[in-house]
């Protein structure tokens, strides 16, 4: 079955400490994106990626880092520098810039400070 | 970008159409409209989308006004499982089709 995986489901994170929130996809798309959103609150980019070993900065990227080192996952480290890191933390993907077909969506990791 | 504007919230009675609005007055040509749904602590679905013509699949239906200037999204025969938040959103290729959410319209489908 395809379709976006995320994991964890939750995470806790220890001041001054970096964390990585996984996405991985199997519907062969070429790109990927990564999304913040705070309670209440509609979906912010931090980071996309349309072609392997090449990503762009989105509205909020500021604190994070990701790699895209294979087409199918786009790993997204939340560092030290995000001083406010808890929130709830999507993936997505679609066929990219050549393409206007819909981003599909995982079903998130809420990340959450200690 | 094109931004959009929706209503805050709306009620729908179960069995029945629901009609949610979107104005997008400063859309381009080459701008299409998505719609997407999020029901809550979930990922975001995807529901329809459309440039200039009405859409309609297994879901629902896009109607596009002839000025592109507003849309509505129409389903059919809500369910309480309808009840989620409704993105109306713009995008279009030179901006590699990035997706702006934003507040959404809270649907609540009561029976």
């Known amino acids: 079955d395809g379709g976006i995986t995320q994991s964890p489901k939750y995470l806790f994170r220890k001041e001054g400490q970096n964390v990585t929130l996984s996405c991985e996809q199997n519907?062969?798309?070429?790109?990927m994106y990564w999304y913040r959103q705070d309670p209440g609150q509609g979906l912010r980019l931090i980071y996309y990626?349309?072609?392997?070993?090449?990503?762009q900065k989105g509205d909020i990227a500021e604190g994070y880092s990701v790699s895209r080192e294979k087409k199918e996952s786009f790993p997204l480290t939340v560092t030290s520098a995000q001083k406010n890191p808890t929130a709830f933390y999507l993936c997505?993907?679609?066929?990219?810039?050549?393409?206007?077909?819909?981003?599909?969506f995982g079903d998130g990791t809420r990340l959450s400070i200690l | 970008d094109a931004k959009t504007t929706q209503p805050t919230s709306m009620d729908c009675a179960e069995g029945r159409a629901a009609n949610l609005p979107c104005n997008h007055s400063?859309?381009?040509?080459?701008?299409?409209v998505y719609w997407y749904r999020q029901i809550h602590s979930q990922g975001p679905q995807y529901i329809i989308h459309?440039?200039?013509n009405n859409e309609t699949n297994e879901m629902a239906s896009l109607i596009i006004t002839e000025d592109r200037k507003s849309s509505t999204l129409i389903l059919p025969h809500a369910t309480l499982r309808d009840t989620a938040v409704y993105y109306c959103?713009?995008?279009?290729?030179?901006?590699?089709?990035?997706?702006?959410f934003g507040a959404g319209t809270t649907v609540t489908v009561r029976a």
């Open positions: 400063t859309i381009s040509g080459n701008e299409y």
């Open positions: 519907l062969n798309h070429d790109a």
């Open positions: 459309g440039l200039k």
């Open positions: 990626s349309q072609i392997v070993n090449d990503f």
């Open positions: 997505a993907s679609n066929w990219g810039d050549q393409s206007n077909q819909p981003q599909h």
């Open positions: 959103i713009v995008s279009y290729r030179s901006n590699d089709y990035k997706l702006s």
